[in-house]
């Protein structure tokens, strides 16, 4: 079995070429390092984009972590002209959290990581009311409370930020029910994961369940997406829905929903922290197992 602790995870976007896969499991052979998992896209067979992520194990390797990736950039990705990033699995990510009153996203997101099947740390839920906080405080989790209201939006951003800063590897809305500002947004280029109803554009605004309901819907379902400057247009990472009929009341089709909500972005919380999402301009490549 791998060791997570001598678990390294390799992430490439270049243009595609001939030898490029050569080119890397020769250049990690070369210093020690022993391929254990690997994955590969191209968007065309000429002229396209390859992405490619792989793992691989540390123990033997005849440098430090550093100066391969010294190496790397200077024998491989310089020269195929590389976006990449070189990870250790045993460096959990820093990930916050920022909610309203909604909890079912959240709780799972929480009870996941506590017993370790996120590999993640939660330094902080920041909220705009205060009513999790007691369920969040149980588990020992610093709670910041910072109401927004339209005229102290831009001051109540700006003390988010300063709580984010450097102390976070990445943000997940958990039905945060508050717009981040393009500055907000800036600050944190695809690290901004949020969840909601796939409603929309069909039934924006408040109680989507209830609209749903009203039109008769068949099915209903979540997506999960990177934040942008524009409103629930980001890179997708992962979506699901579930078959209602009329049978289900609107009471019925919240509760099935919010079930999908909760799944669907505990995995795509759970393939960004194993570095298994490249973003592609508006899309996204997802290496999953």
Not at 31 to 57: S, W
Not at 106 to 132: C, K, Q
Not at 191 to 218: D, M, T
Request: hydrophobic share 40%.
């Amino acid at each position: 079995m791998n060791s997570i602790e001598n678990t390294a995870r390799l992430l490439i976007i270049c243009p595609d070429k001939p030898g490029i896969i050569s080119m890397v499991s020769t250049f990690l052979y070369r210093y020690g390092a022993n391929i254990t998992d690997f994955d590969q896209h191209a968007t065309d067979p000429e002229g396209g984009t390859f992405f490619m992520r792989l793992e691989f194990q540390t123990g033997g390797l005849t440098c430090s972590v550093e100066q391969l990736r010294e190496h790397f950039l200077a024998e491989v990705a310089g020269p195929y002209k590389m976006e990449w990033r070189l990870t250790l699995a045993s460096e959990k990510k820093r990930m916050a959290i920022m909610v309203s009153k909604h909890d079912h996203a959240l709780m799972e997101l929480l009870w996941r990581t506590m017993r370790g099947d996120l590999a993640a740390t939660i330094p902080m839920v920041i909220s705009n009311h205060d009513d999790l906080r007691p369920e969040v405080e149980r588990f020992g989790i610093s709670w910041h409370h910072i109401p927004v209201t339209p005229d102290t939006k831009e001051a109540a951003e700006q003390q988010a930020l300063e709580l984010l800063d450097g102390k976070v590897d990445v943000i997940v809305l958990a039905r945060y029910m508050q717009i981040l500002s393009p500055k907000f947004v800036a600050e944190h280029p695809n690290r901004i994961i949020n969840i909601h109803h796939s409603f929309l554009p069909a039934f924006i605004g408040a109680n989507p369940y209830q609209q749903a309901w009203e039109r008769g819907v068949k099915l209903i379902g979540a997506t999960s997406h990177y934040v942008t400057d524009e409103l629930d247009q980001g890179p997708i990472i992962e979506q699901n829905v579930q078959r209602v009929t009329h049978r289900h009341s609107a009471a019925e089709l919240r509760a099935l929903g919010q079930d999908v909500e909760r799944s669907v972005l505990l995995r795509a919380v759970r393939w960004h922290l194993e570095d298994r999402v490249i973003v592609d301009g508006n899309k996204t490549v997802v290496f999953i197992k």
